[in-house]
């Protein structure tokens, strides 16, 4: 298993959560690692990516200003912290290589569910 995430729940509008993403070696180091999302009947969508270094950090307009993105190269972890969560949040939250998450190359996490009562 080379992604895992954690740290989904079920938060009311407003709140905030942190997710994690713990990757195998091989693969965080030599990546551009992204956030993507998933809601009920609807297609993957981009949130966020890091370069590799970690300096550049590029986030969907929807979440921009609510949501960040870190990776600790050290422990080779990923980090999603939202907030001000909004109903329309609500997905399972999948850590990816790649700069998009969408390309067919780019590898997934197995997700975490994310909930945003109104």
């Known amino acids: 298993v080379q992604l895992v995430e954690s740290g989904g729940g079920l938060v009311q509008a407003g709140g905030s959560l942190r997710l994690s993403c713990a990757a195998s070696?091989?693969?965080?180091?030599?990546?551009?690692m992204s956030w993507v999302r998933q809601a009920p009947g609807k297609g993957p969508e981009w949130v966020a990516h890091t370069s590799r270094s970690g300096l550049s950090k590029y986030y969907n307009d929807l979440v921009k200003g609510r949501f960040t993105i870190s990776r600790d190269n050290t422990k080779n972890t990923l980090t999603l912290q939202m907030t001000n969560l909004k109903p329309e949040d609500t997905a399972v939250y999948h850590c990816?290589?790649?700069?998009?998450?969408?390309?067919?190359?780019?590898?997934w996490g197995q997700g975490t569910q994310v909930t945003v009562s109104s």
């Open positions: 070696s091989s693969i965080f180091r030599i990546n551009a």
């Open positions: 990816s290589t790649g700069r998009t998450g969408l390309a067919d190359s780019d590898v």
